[in-house]
């Protein structure tokens, strides 16, 4: 049922079935029906919250289609269709396995998936409630150079509707160069239901950014970070962040494996401490 549901999905973003209302209707709810599937028997599942609001991925579709162009609709398809993806993949409870598990409970684990490949997926629980999480990484994402030492720059080079931007990311290069420079660009859709908070993305291109003299361009996608709050303790949040890449260029499997899980570890303990500094800033400033 999910590969005819995606295929259902892209067929919408061609230009002669754009215009075709029922077939955009016949999408919405068939992603509606695979998402009740995905999610089974149980409430806890993360899943679920996606459920309890107005469609996650139909939400504002026919009005988003008011006013804008071709191209604005394509970076739109593509947001809701990394989304898609990525809500499948963190669906599946089986077939992980770990990579990492840090002293404070941070956890990688990884997975091979047909036509993607390797993604890794790391779960964390934080301090901070997920609106304070949301507003960093989405409000402020142009600063994560400020406090991630693995990311030089992110760019937003444009933003269409509320949900969804195309950004230029640098990654810096590994020490001893081991992985060098890599470059992105991304379409991100970002979304918020209720309590949870979804940042999606993937590859694509940009007639703003062309390839970069010296850095090599890598994919990635489906990417994307839930943040939920935590049952035990709602001004917490559980963190998840699915993330698959194609660095391009010969690198040995291994070294890419540890590079990307040990990337999630190091990004959660600098989230942290972004965090953390974010609070002690505004506590001098109160005084």
Request: proline content about 5%.
């Amino acid at each position: 049922m999910l590969p005819a549901t995606f295929k259902l999905c892209a067929g919408i973003s061609y230009r002669h079935t754009r215009n075709m209302t029922g077939l955009r209707k016949n999408a919405m709810v068939a992603i509606h029906h695979e998402l009740n599937r995905l999610a089974g028997p149980g409430p806890s599942n993360w899943i679920s919250q996606v459920r309890r609001r107005s469609s996650l991925l139909s939400s504002r579709i026919i009005e988003e289609e008011e006013g804008y162009s071709e191209e604005e609709m394509s970076y739109l398809k593509q947001g809701e269709n990394a989304l898609q993806k990525a809500i499948s993949i963190l669906s599946q409870q089986d077939g992980w396995t770990i990579e990492i598990v840090a002293a404070n409970g941070d956890k990688v684990l990884s997975k091979v998936l047909p036509d993607i490949g390797k993604v890794f997926k790391l779960e964390v629980m934080l301090e901070q409630h997920p609106d304070s999480l949301y507003q960093e990484l989405v409000g402020n994402m142009e600063q994560m150079g400020e406090w991630n030492p693995n990311v030089k720059q992110v760019k937003i080079l444009q933003k269409i509707g509320q949900d969804t931007m195309v950004t230029h990311e640098v990654a810096a290069e590994t020490p001893g160069n081991v992985v060098g420079p890599r470059d992105f660009v991304s379409v991100r859709c970002a979304k918020r239901r209720g309590s949870t908070c979804f940042l999606a993305g993937m590859s694509t291109q940009h007639e703003q950014m062309p390839e970069q003299k010296g850095v090599v361009r890598a994919e990635n996608g489906p990417t994307c970070i839930v943040m939920k709050p935590c049952a035990e303790d709602p001004n917490k949040t559980k963190f998840t962040w699915l993330l698959s890449i194609d660095l391009k260029g010969w690198i040995p499997k291994t070294i890419i494996n540890k590079v990307l899980s040990q990337t999630q570890v190091d990004f959660a303990n600098h989230l942290r401490q972004r965090m953390a500094n974010n609070v002690s800033m505004e506590m001098a400033h109160a005084c």
